[in-house]
């Protein structure tokens, strides 16, 4: 949300041009375990009626502001807040209000505020009021950022408050934060007890642009201090830096910069996320966390392009945890295992004692995939030979990404006519698979889940 209203103001030549898809009918929105597509939309650009709602489980209308004294500033354009309200609801999304934003780094009513019982409580007080009056599903706290110190026991004391006011009355609460470092510490683990998600704002760092390995990296960082996998939303960038072109501007210039990560415009190289990585951040997100947000509606593409619609379809399609998920046992007894829990692509594929971890858990798709940690079970460079390795590796459609379960046990990949096989007939930790002449032997028998 570091966008600032200005930026983002002096780009609605762009956004009031780009236009969502027009909603679907009303339907509910549950995409596969609970996972969620989160958005915001901002008061000051992009309209409500081009949202897809069919596509998205939660909005978030940003911004309300504080005052010093725990009262909220007049939010802006209230009539697009009811409205989005009401569509929302129409199609059973959840909007919430978004409280805070970068506000130019000025979060001085946040300090305020939190460090009274009585301003909390005012605080507290205003926002139930708002919730109520516009029939909102909650509030996604976005104070930006508290300190670690008096400032973070402050934030956690106003985050407990609130979550009691907010649960009660069968609300969310959600906050935006910080996607790594010291400034971390100023949302202490406390609050992850208090809140139905995090939002974390992987963007606006990265070299380049929000890429794919620093934003995983910054929610295993999040998960690493504590957070559940549930609870952790990796947020994604509809933008770019350094210019903050849309990425819908972006793909008007060029249609083929929907499928590129830079890009030149403005004399500069622009980076942000295509289509390829939103695909490959969202496949990681269903094995590893519970959902994706993104900044923000109004700057998406159209049709076949857009971001929105490629994470649902990611998450929909046989790219998605469909078919039967838990572990693949092999020769004694032992569990085919992704080495280190490591999601990088070319990631070793192993034996290993059975141990209940996502790295041993694997989704048998319907389209012939073997799925784990987001990525697919591959023959490494599309190896037809006798004991070429097997990895896990983006799912791309390849022939080196298929593989067929027989009654005897084996799993044949077709492009080489050859089955998934434990080194060497080995049952020890660490063996390697590969893919050997089938032959339906002890090491070449898998009990699928």
Not at 119 to 129: A, C, D, H, I, K
Request: charged share 10%; aromatic share 8%.
């Amino acid at each position: 949300m570091k966008i600032k209203k200005a930026l983002a103001a002096a780009l609605t030549f762009a956004t009031s041009a780009i236009a969502l898809a027009a909603p679907q009918p009303a339907q509910a929105v549950v995409l596969p375990n609970g996972f969620k597509s989160v958005g915001y939309m901002p008061s000051w650009a992009g309209s409500v009626t081009s949202v897809q709602y069919s596509k998205l489980t939660h909005i978030n209308y940003s911004f309300a502001l504080p005052n010093a004294n725990g009262t909220l500033q007049p939010i802006e354009n209230t009539a697009k807040l009811q409205q989005l309200v009401t569509l929302g609801h129409q199609n059973n999304v959840r909007v919430s209000l978004a409280v805070g934003g970068w506000n130019d780094g000025n979060d001085s009513a946040f300090e305020s505020l939190a460090a009274n019982a009585g301003t909390r409580t005012t605080f507290v007080n205003s926002l139930m009021s708002v919730v109520r009056q516009y029939n909102l599903d909650g509030i996604d706290m976005d104070w930006e950022y508290p300190d670690p110190g008096a400032s973070a026991n402050n934030y956690t004391a106003l985050m407990g408050q609130l979550s009691t006011a907010l649960h009660n009355e069968g609300k969310l609460l959600t906050a935006a934060v910080v996607s790594e470092g010291g400034a971390a510490n100023g949302v202490q683990p406390a609050v992850f007890g208090y809140v139905d998600w995090l939002n974390i704002m992987a963007y606006d760092g990265g070299t380049p642009h929000a890429n794919y390995d620093w934003s995983i990296a910054a929610a295993n960082f999040w998960k690493s201090r504590g957070l559940p996998k549930a609870k952790t939303v990796l947020g994604v960038p509809f933008y770019s830096r350094p210019g903050y072109y849309t990425y819908g501007q972006l793909v008007a210039l060029d249609p083929a910069n929907a499928n590129r990560d830079c890009t030149t415009a403005g004399g500069a190289q622009q980076c942000y996320n295509g289509l390829p990585t939103i695909r490959r951040k969202t496949q990681w997100a269903m094995a590893n966390a519970g959902g994706i947000m993104n900044w923000e509606l109004s700057q998406d593409a159209t049709g076949a392009n857009s971001l929105v619609s490629a994470i649902y379809e990611t998450v929909m399609s046989g790219s998605g945890p469909v078919g039967r998920t838990g572990p693949i046992t092999g020769v004694g007894g032992r569990c085919v295992d992704i080495a280190g829990a490591s999601s990088a692509n070319g990631t070793a594929v192993q034996l290993y004692d059975c141990n209940g971890t996502t790295a041993q858990s694997w989704t048998v798709g319907t389209d012939g995939t073997v799925r784990g940690l987001g990525k697919c079970l591959d023959v490494n460079a599309a190896g037809t030979a006798n004991g070429a390795l097997v990895q896990i590796y983006d799912c791309n459609g390849t022939g080196a990404q298929q593989w067929q379960s027989s009654p005897d046990g084996t799993l044949r990949n077709p492009a080489s006519g050859r089955c998934l096989d434990a080194q060497n007939n080995s049952s020890a930790n660490g063996t390697r698979l590969q893919i050997w002449d089938c032959f339906a032997g002890t090491n070449q028998r898998w009990t699928l889940p």
